[in-house]
């Protein structure tokens, strides 16, 4: 895992991309940005990607746009993820444990990409 500055750089710093990646071979679940592999790659977090393809399914999410935050105890390396359509809570799922190095993290949903909030 890259030290919190690198991955907040990764983060503040995307502003396209070139490609759209498959990171799961399950079908349904969300492409990715480049910017995205590069995050999950530095922040070794690969999981809250499969966390937010995995709800997909769930009729209540909006497939057009959904907000996807990771929130993070530093002290108890513990979290949270929420998952929203725009402004409404939909999806809480807890993180028993996580050594993720960011208090929070945003990530969007649109159309079947998931993105930084620096590339929309």
């Known amino acids: 895992m890259k030290s919190r ?9 995307a502003t396209g991309t ?9 079908p349904g679940f969300p492409v990715v940005t480049d910017g995205v592999i590069a995050f999950a790659g ?6 809250f990607l499969d966390i937010i393809g995995s709800h997909q399914s769930d009729e209540r999410l ?7 935050a990771l929130e993070v105890n530093l002290e ?4 949270v993820v929420r998952g929203f359509n725009d402004a409404e ?10 050594d993720f190095p960011l208090d929070e993290v945003k990530l969007f949903l649109i159309d079947g990409v998931i993105l930084l909030p620096s590339e929309y």
Not at 42 to 47: D, I, K, L, P, T
Not at 89 to 98: A, D, F, H, V
């Open 5 to 13: 500055a690198i991955i907040q750089s990764i983060i503040n710093g």
């Open 62 to 68: 909006d497939p057009e746009f959904q907000v996807w």
């Open 18 to 26: 070139t490609a759209y990646h498959r990171f799961s071979p399950i």
């Open 76 to 79: 108890k390396y513990s979290g």
């Open 89 to 98: 809570l939909i999806i809480t799922q807890e993180i028993p444990w996580t």
């Open 42 to 47: 530095a922040g070794s977090c690969f999981w």
